[in-house]
């Protein structure tokens, strides 16, 4: 049972996985598949904790400027994750939902996308936003484009109708952001849905992120005040 004080949303911002590696004199790519374990954990920890939504920062708009073998051997880490987790996924009753610039991504990946959607869509009991390809601003920009092409006149324009063209339209923002790696920062993650999240940093890598940190983050989110301005 959900606690009436439990994050609904929960966006991750997940970093540190090459600092993790090359601190053990690894390969970043060892980083990278820890990471992925880190991932199937805190999925189950935040299904036990009752938290029904979860945004995960997968890959950014600004990784695209990594270095080529770099960016391919994520896309395939991310295909191969998306392909071999979708079924347990989908046991746990997650819907599987892709946010940000699709386009953009190998054809392959496009597939495995779309065949984890439909495979999920019809799932009830929470949500898995994978930010992939995302940014905030091009979000905004590209809610802005829509808008326009709908000929809605600049008087009817909306905070809520801005929310409804959003790649997250349809969702309650986040409550809790949590950034594992030490940095204090946003990084173009959910900026129009953010204004209202309650932000917590941590140093610890995501790799080494458990159960144990979630915990200590919703202990953190537990101690909050949430005025909303008011």
């Given at each position: 049972m959900t606690n009436i004080a439990?994050?609904?949303?929960?966006?991750?911002?997940?970093?540190?996985?090459?600092?993790?590696?090359?601190?053990?004199?690894?390969?970043?790519?060892?980083?990278?598949?820890?990471?992925?374990?880190?991932?199937?954990e805190i999925v189950r920890a935040c299904k036990d904790k009752g938290i029904k939504i979860i945004t995960i920062y997968t890959f950014s708009t600004e990784n695209w400027g990594r270095p080529e073998k770099e960016v391919k051997f994520l896309m395939s880490l991310i295909e191969r994750a998306l392909s071999e987790d979708m079924a347990k996924i989908h046991k746990e009753g997650f819907k599987i939902k892709v946010i940000g610039q699709r386009e953009k991504l190998p054809e392959s990946l496009k597939k495995t996308v779309k065949k984890a959607e439909l495979l999920t869509k019809r799932n009830q009991w929470g949500i898995i936003n994978f930010a992939l390809s995302y940014g905030g601003r091009i979000e905004i920009v590209e809610a802005v484009k829509k808008i326009v092409k709908s000929k809605i006149p600049p008087g009817k324009i909306t905070q809520d109708l801005v929310s409804d063209n959003l790649w997250t339209a349809g969702l309650p923002d986040p409550d809790l952001i949590i950034r594992t790696g030490g940095e204090q920062r946003l990084s173009n993650f959910l900026t129009w849905q953010s204004a209202y999240s309650e932000l917590y940093f941590t140093s610890t890598y995501w790799p080494d992120f458990k159960e144990k940190g979630l915990d200590e983050a919703l202990e953190w989110f537990l101690s909050r005040k949430r005025r909303f301005g008011k």
């Open positions: 439990t994050p609904q949303h929960i966006g991750f911002i997940i970093d540190g996985n090459r600092r993790w590696a090359r601190e053990k004199h690894l390969p970043d790519f060892a980083g990278h598949l820890e990471g992925r374990k880190r991932f199937r």
